[in-house]
């Protein structure tokens, strides 16, 4: 579906009759170079830094492996809990993939719409504080004025001994 | 009250404030359960203000799960009912489907995320209501309840204490009966706050605003980009007809282009998810909030924490925003969704160069939908549906405000949404409450046994300003 795009814009610039001879000429060169883009599986942009997977631009799905999925969880540390979930990676990979049809060439990217205006810093004075007992109020674990978590430096479990959806899509 | 003296305008009147901006000693959960239980230490700065004016609080409202959502359905206190399923006005009009079906299961809903408030407003329960919008989430809900919502323009008022979903977008938004309602509560609420970096310095003059007579001076912008597919023929009538009034009045109406609209709802998906990811990353039960009983190291426990914690959506999103953010992922979808995020703000700026002063929107596609209708699609391809209309605001920071203008086929409200430039919500309500007054939304009529209370009396209902002089 994504990959059908740069074959819309190219006839999009070209006459809705073609008469001439020099026209058909043009137009089925056009169409070879855009059969050939499409069975690539390129896209309209150029291949930049960006594009680090795969020398012939991969289908989106291809990003959307175990292993990246694997690593997703260990990042967000939330699980994908069922197919469900996983499939909604998908759905909005697929979304996001509209993004391309855009043309961005010499744009700068937008942070914040405030970008042209000074950023407000104050003094680095103490203003407030002295409020432990109110903020530890909400803490389950604590210890005297200290917030209590159990002990770090244990990376996650391995996705075979992890229990998560995930484990199942493991290759055997 | 010792003095004889009001603290403000506000003094004394009920509020409603929506439960992801905290508030001191009052549960602060977003409708999550990753927060239930979570007693504030302090108040959010609009809160804080709208206390010092003397308002009353009402309550903490009901919205989506960490505001996530057009419909106001995914939160854990359960969904949000439109009043208006329960008025004189939706109950004629409705074609009972069958006998066996409960007379109760075709309520609407009220729109999302900020439901709850606007359910609150309309419902006659309060005077003014605190929402927070990020891709339409204020607007949506009061076009679906027939109440006013402003956005106002991104960095007006305080972000400082609102639980953030999307820091470059979010914006406090309020929701009233009336445009000189909703003047008066921004009037208190706006201004520099040095506890948020992202306020502009600028003095801001609260305002009342002018009755305008004569419009002929005003440019008023219809994009085309906005009459999306899906529309309901409903909207675009209404929307037609509103240009018309604005025409027969002597206003110059134009037809202008806003090329990038159709990109706008993909751009937002996309930098949504990635500054949710960022953003969701506090809450790992330490601190505050919902811990889980697993202690065998500290990765894991955050991760029992928030897998307990968070519903669907929200893991979706986060898990969505962290592959955008992926090194091999960054440049392709992040930074690409910046730039047209650029893109689409020079539209905008564009347009309001060409001369043209205030744009005319329709705000949702269709009136409310039934709830049993609206959880048929998943929480996401709703909000890409519904918030395809106001999300390019939120892109661009502009102000813009909902004004209901007339009732459906199905008795439901419908509304119209007004954007103006930057930091001139004086001249985009002015001109709002200009449309207001022309189109005489009609009032909710309950049935007879729910209420006949003097305060339905439509006088009262409306101008907090000229209340207190009573």
């Not at chain 2, 990353?281 to 919902?290: C, M, P, S, T």
């Not at chain 2, 392709?332 to 893109?343: E, S």
């Amino acid at each position: 579906m994504a990959a059908a795009r740069p074959l819309r814009h190219r006839s999009d610039a070209l006459p809705a009759r073609v008469d001439d001879v020099t026209n058909r000429f043009r137009w089925r060169a056009m169409r070879a170079l855009g059969l050939c883009r499409w069975l690539l599986g390129g896209t309209v942009r150029a291949l930049g830094p960006g594009a680090a997977t795969a020398s012939s631009a991969p289908s989106p799905q291809d990003g959307v492996t175990v292993e990246v999925l694997d690593h997703l969880e260990r990042l967000a540390l939330v699980d994908f809990r069922d197919a469900e979930g996983v499939e909604r990676l998908r759905e909005a990979v697929r979304f996001a993939e509209r993004l391309r049809e855009v043309n961005t060439e010499g744009v700068e990217p937008m942070d914040s719409v405030l970008e042209d205006r000074c950023l407000y810093l104050r003094e680095d004075d103490v203003t407030e504080g002295s409020c432990t007992a109110e903020l530890l109020k909400n803490a389950r674990e604590k210890v005297e004025e200290y917030f209590v978590a159990p002990p770090g430096n244990i990376p996650l479990p391995e996705l075979e001994e992890r229990d998560t959806f995930l484990k199942e899509k493991l290759p055997h | 009250y010792r003095r004889g003296q009001p603290l403000g305008e506000l003094d004394g009147i009920p509020i409603a404030v929506k439960d992801n901006f905290n508030t001191a000693g009052i549960e602060t959960t977003c409708a999550s359960n990753m927060l239930k239980g979570y007693i504030s230490p302090y108040n959010a700065t609009v809160v804080q203000k709208l206390l010092d004016g003397g308002a009353v609080l009402l309550g903490k409202t009901n919205l989506d799960e960490f505001a996530m959502g057009s419909g106001s359905t995914d939160g854990v206190f359960g969904p949000v009912r439109n009043p208006w399923s329960y008025s004189r006005q939706y109950k004629e009009k409705i074609v009972p489907r069958s006998d066996s079906e409960p007379e109760n299961s075709n309520w609407v809903i009220t729109g999302g995320s900020s439901g709850g408030s606007a359910a609150a407003v309309s419902a006659f329960t309060c005077f003014a209501a605190l929402g927070s919008d990020t891709g339409g989430s204020t607007r949506n809900p009061a076009a679906h309840c027939g109440v006013v919502g402003l956005k106002p323009t991104y960095g007006l008022i305080s972000r400082h204490g609102l639980i953030p979903l999307v820091n470059s977008m979010d914006v406090p938004g309020i929701l009233t009966r009336c445009v000189d309602d909703a003047a008066v509560v921004l009037g208190s609420l706006a201004g520099h706050d040095p506890k948020d970096s992202t306020t502009v310095q600028d003095i801001f003059q609260p305002f009342a605003l002018p009755s305008l007579t004569d419009v002929s001076k005003l440019s008023i912008g219809i994009p085309k980009e906005y009459h999306a597919p899906g529309l309901s023929s409903e909207i675009l009538a209404v929307w037609s007809k509103a240009a018309d009034l604005f025409k027969n009045a002597g206003a110059k109406v134009v037809e202008v282009s806003l090329p990038h609209t159709h990109y706008s709802i993909v751009c937002y998906h996309v930098l949504c998810t990635a500054e949710v990811a960022s953003n969701m990353a506090r809450f790992d039960g330490l601190e505050y909030g919902h811990r889980s009983d697993m202690n065998k190291s500290t990765e894991s426990m955050y991760a029992a924490t928030r897998r307990e914690g968070f519903s669907d959506v929200v893991r979706g999103r986060i898990l969505s925003g962290n592959y955008f953010l992926l090194k091999q992922n960054y440049e392709d979808y992040f930074v690409k969704a910046q730039k047209v995020r650029r893109l689409i703000a020079n539209d905008f700026v564009k347009v309001f160069g060409s001369g043209v002063d205030i744009l005319l929107t329709p705000t949702t596609l269709s009136d409310a939908v039934p709830y049993v209708e609206f959880i048929k699609e998943d929480n996401r391809t709703r909000s890409t549906q519904d918030d395809i209309l106001t999300q390019a605001a939120n892109m661009a920071g502009l102000p813009a405000v909902n004004v209901p203008t007339a009732l459906s086929g199905r008795g439901l409200p419908i509304g119209l949404q007004f954007i103006g430039r930057s930091f001139q919500e004086k001249q985009l309500l002015t001109v709002a409450k200009w449309f207001e007054k022309q189109v005489q939304f009609p009032m909710i009529h309950y049935l007879s046994y729910i209420c006949e209370a003097a305060f339905f009396h439509p006088q009262r209902a409306c101008k907090v300003s000229g209340s207190l002089k009573n």
